[in-house]
């Protein structure tokens, strides 16, 4: 890879990266779909659909989007944990897109995840002792006493009291168990976390204590955060920039402001829209899109939101819009900016 | 179903730092068939396995003086047609089934986790390969192939090794199969996910994260695999192209009753390896059905 030779990475494009920690460029994550007697792959579902956007050192990026729109893929594909089809992912001036084996698992102490179930993403047959270890042991040889004082210490910023070292996953709440999963993830002390949904399956209460542990530690690791939620009011509270994904595609980024008081894309309105508002008073106009999120094996040509667009007009199903700056930092794709 | 209420109802005990392992002896230990088949089963292995202790008879020493004795005195379950001591010979059968019994579970585990745990784990190509290969060995025909091995090796290997490799060789296939379903199934939890992101290499998270985690439907499969290798063994030694005539098993013991004779008005030269076996086996299942309940987090008892 040339992009790796020099210390600044240079994209495919030819610019210098400066200050980026991420960049995603033309990301594409098909899978196949097997079908008939022999298995053969009749055909693709575009869970990530060429999609690009950076994230910038020390920043929170929230990523919102329905279910099924390939938010999860992204942030999966973006820790390799699912090998891209088309695309480039350089971290920290790294290309990571086709490094394998032994170099691919040096390169993971950098990036880590916190998963969505809080329930599943837990061994079962490990201790919590273990579980937070696991990552320092496979990384580094330390001795026993110092890698149980880190733990502890972990333990301890994570808001967990020390008897659950020798705990079991089963005996917490599932607050306690997002704590265990973001626990594991900080013992690296990595540059990136991919937080998948890291609060939709808590109780409200519980929400907000995980995201204020989530915006403290940012602060004290100096961490970047690539925040994936369907819940707007969560990103809204966590990020500092918005990306809006619709069916495998990126339809608009902005700053967290610029996003809420001036949604551009016809869908990112809708979901706005949706949000309830505080104020019984205020009547405020919803936008209802109407039918189902197509299907991601068969997506409508040129945009792939014309077919429950508001604002479609007959180019929407022939021309495919692209991301493109309309104004300081807010990105859209649609034809009518 | 009603214990379950009045189970419920008793004061809760101290379930502090109880892995999911000790949680499952404790319900084990509580379970009375199955603790007492395993006393049962532990009893014959020690009296098996100290036989030359207990018994002073030889095992295959001819006597034509004391053909076919009833049971009393000197030999407390008689002697058989060739005048060998039964009680001697059950003994010292025990050891042999046992032996078969064990060993084979052991390779077959073995080599069925091997197989089904990378094919689960790596999935596409690899999987396909190594599952055809699985489909290519069940289909073997069992008694032939026994029989073809052990006329090709007899002489050259002793004749206990090679139905031991036999007996193995040929019945992975089911273990490999359980093993790689359970493995597809449970690597789709997220913290199969976590743990490759933490940087665990494709052996590290197979041994420590899925195989710990499908290790109770093995243990329960390994129990019923000794039972049924146990009575596998016996059906060879019963047709006469298992362990040698030489040495007792409790299956070629079995074999005197293919006489009607010995079958009809000698029963104590086939009745003691018959019960005993059937005992064994039975309570070796029993063993396994009480693990499958103490290793199921979503049963009561």
Request: charged fraction near 20%; hydrophobic fraction near 45%; aromatic fraction near 8%.
């Amino acid at each position: 890879m040339s992009t790796t030779e020099t210390k600044q990475a240079i994209r495919q494009d030819g610019k210098v990266v400066k200050d980026t920690l991420l960049d995603i460029r033309n990301l594409k994550t098909y899978y196949p779909v097997k079908g008939g007697f022999l298995k053969r792959t009749v055909g693709h579902v575009k869970a990530v659909d060429n999609i690009s956007f950076e994230i910038k050192k020390g920043e929170t990026l929230g990523l919102v989007g329905e279910s099924g729109c390939g938010k999860s893929t992204t942030g999966r594909t973006i820790l390799r944990l699912l090998k891209p089809t088309e695309g480039q992912i350089i971290f920290d001036g790294k290309d990571i897109t086709n490094i394998t084996g032994a170099e691919l698992r040096k390169a993971r102490r950098d990036f880590q995840m916190v998963f969505q179930d809080p329930y599943a993403s837990l061994n079962p047959t490990q201790s919590v002792g273990s579980i937070i270890s696991e990552p320092i042991r496979n990384f580094e040889k330390r001795n026993k006493e110092e890698l149980k004082e880190e733990v502890l210490e972990l333990l301890s910023r994570v808001g967990l009291p020390p008897e659950a070292y020798d705990k079991y996953g089963h005996e917490f709440s599932g607050g306690q168990r997002q704590r265990i999963g973001i626990a594991r993830a900080l013992a690296l002390k990595p540059k990136l976390i991919i937080a998948d949904e890291p609060v939709s399956a808590l109780d409200v209460s519980v929400q907000s204590q995980v995201l204020n542990l989530l915006k403290e530690l940012q602060g004290e690791f100096d961490l970047t955060y690539l925040f994936i939620a369907h819940d707007l009011s969560v990103v809204k509270h966590m990020s500092d920039r918005i990306g809006v994904m619709y069916l495998g595609n990126m339809v608009e980024i902005a700053s967290n402001e610029s996003l809420y008081a001036e949604p551009l894309h016809p869908y990112t309105q809708a979901l706005i829209s949706a949000i309830p508002e505080a104020d019984p008073k205020k009547k405020k106009e919803r936008i209802v899109l109407q039918g189902d999120v197509p299907s991601p094996q068969n997506p409508p040509t040129g945009c792939a939101f014309h077919t429950r667009c508001p604002m479609a007009k007959e180019e929407c199903s022939k021309v495919k819009p692209v991301l493109k700056e309309v104004k300081p930092g807010h990105q859209v794709a649609c034809i009518l900016y | 179903m009603v214990n379950v209420t009045a189970d419920s109802n008793k004061p809760q005990e101290k379930t502090v730092n109880m892995s999911p392992w000790a949680i499952a002896r404790r319900k084990f230990f509580r379970n009375k068939l199955a603790m007492i088949s395993s006393f049962f089963l532990l009893a014959i292995m020690i009296v098996s396995f100290l036989a030359p202790y207990i018994t002073t008879q030889d095992i295959s020493r001819v006597n034509i003086g004391q053909m076919s004795l009833e049971p009393g005195g000197e030999h407390i379950l008689g002697t058989d047609k060739a005048g060998r001591d039964v009680f001697t010979r059950l003994l010292y059968g025990g050891r042999i089934s046992l032996v078969v019994g064990i060993s084979c579970t052991a390779l077959v585990i073995l080599f069925g986790t091997l197989v089904g745990s990378i094919a689960g784990y790596y999935g596409g190509n690899i999987d396909t390969m190594l599952m055809r290969f699985t489909d290519f060995v069940l289909t073997f025909p069992f008694l032939v192939f026994v029989i073809v091995l052990n006329t090709i090796l007899f002489g050259i290997v002793d004749g206990l090794w090679v139905l031991i490799a036999a007996i193995s060789l040929l019945s992975w296939g089911g273990v490999a199969r359980i093993v790689r379903s359970k493995i597809l199934a449970e690597k789709e939890n997220e913290y199969i996910l976590a743990a490759i992101s933490i940087g665990c290499k494709p052996s590290a998270v197979i041994i420590k994260h899925l195989l710990p985690n499908v290790l109770s439907t093995i243990i329960v499969q390994a129990t019923i695999l000794f039972a049924t290798l146990i009575v596998a063994e016996s059906a060879l030694g019963f047709l006469g192209i298992g362990v040698p005539q030489s040495i007792p098993s409790w299956g070629n013991m079995l074999t005197a009753s293919q006489e009607a004779d010995v079958l009809r008005n000698k029963p104590w030269i086939w009745m003691p390896p018959a019960i005993i076996l059937t005992v064994t086996i039975l309570s070796i299942n029993f063993i396994g059905e009480g693990l499958k309940d103490a290793l199921n987090p979503k049963s009561f008892r």
